[in-house]
């Protein structure tokens, strides 16, 4: 099983980016996903999830209103759009799925700076 992430980068505040996790190795969809991230001192953090069809998500409530996570299972990929960025945003962001265990990809760093 391999998680890997793409997307991250430098950002203005007020802007947006895009993440992407692409998922290999499971044998099916039926998996939640979820993306965490961890600001330099600081403890991972949960940020969104969503369950293994799609049908729900939840947010924490530092990004509800300005992140959107979602799935495409015909291409075994999890997003995390990002809008209204802000400093404190600033972070590695990591994709999580949960199938018997938790799996980890390798993070992405997302940089908010002006």
């Known amino acids: 099983v391999q998680l890997v992430e793409s997307g991250g980068g430098l950002v203005q505040p007020g802007g947006s980016l895009r993440l992407s996790c692409a998922a290999s190795?499971?044998?099916?969809?039926?998996?939640?996903m979820n993306w965490y991230r961890q600001a330099p001192g600081k403890e991972r953090e949960w940020v969104a999830g969503?369950?293994?069809?799609?049908?729900?998500?939840n947010y924490a409530d530092s990004v509800k209103g300005r992140f959107a996570i979602s799935r495409d299972n015909a291409k075994n990929t999890v997003y995390l759009q990002m809008n209204s960025l802000k400093p404190e945003d600033t972070a590695v962001y990591y994709c999580?799925?949960?199938?018997?265990?938790?799996?980890w990809g390798q993070g992405t760093q997302v940089t908010v700076s002006s």
């Open positions: 190795g499971f044998t099916d969809s039926s998996y939640a």
């Open positions: 999580n799925a949960v199938y018997f265990r938790n799996y």
């Open positions: 969503i369950s293994s069809a799609g049908g729900r998500t």
